[in-house]
């Protein structure tokens, strides 16, 4: 109990906004009998990316998480997940990114998962990219799992200078491994990776409006030479 007391705290301040601190998600500590194989219900469950609202300064993707197995809300063992580990990298195609910050408040998953983020590259810079990022939770009751269902584990907040596409192309393996999801018998299994490009930042007009916005220009460089050629002759 003391023990997974002390790792909601250190989730707890990993949660704060202040990114990139170097603790490292050691599942292996809270699950003593961690045992690595496969997912042992249904079909394979599913770690995606898909893309949240984008403006002209933030773009947003989420992290989320399907599966089919089945968790009983009492306290009998069962398939539900009590803990997710997954190490992402991300690219963008410009400069001037930064990862502001990491929203748990609109995850669909039990109010009693702690949940926490590592920026394990670049000394934990949120503006170096290609990133390395851990998103990590546990459920504070390790028999009070979560599914079947598809969930919302967590949000990425970018801020954005120029038209820009995020990608999280792939996880990256760091040293529990590779993307790792727990059941509520310490049963550790890799899920299936689906990887997105998310797009937003300010709007550039296109080719076509560029010509309409020069038209428009010779336009009324056509109709100030008209009205002064008009009042100079007036004159004369
Ligand atoms: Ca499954
Ligand atoms: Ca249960």
Known sequence: MRRRLVFLVIFGLLALPILGQAEEFDLETYFPDLTLGYDPEGDLDTVYVACGTSSATEITLQIRMKTDNDAVSDFS????????????????????????????????????????????????????????????????????GVGPGDFLLASLIFTVSEPTTICVPAPFSYYLGDLLLVTEFANGYTPAFVSACCSGGPV???????????????????LVWYVRNRRVAARV
Not at 95 to 116: A, E, K, M, Q, R
Not at 128 to 133: E, K, R, S
Not at 209 to 221: C, H, M, P, S
Request: hydrophobic fraction near 45%; proline fraction near 7%; glycine fraction near 16%.
């Open 77 to 144: 063992h069962d398939n539900g997940i009590v803990a997710f580990y997954i190490p992402i990298v991300i690219t963008t195609d410009a400069p001037g990114v930064i990862l502001d910050s990491v929203d748990f408040s609109g995850s669909n998953l039990s109010p009693y998962f702690g949940t926490g983020v590592n920026i394990v590259s670049g000394g934990g810079n949120p503006s170096i990219f290609p990133m390395q990022l851990i998103v990590g939770g546990i459920a504070s009751n390790l028999t009070g």
């Open 204 to 222: 550039v007009p296109t080719l076509t409006e560029w010509g309409l916005i020069f038209f428009g220009f010779l336009l009324l460089i056509g």
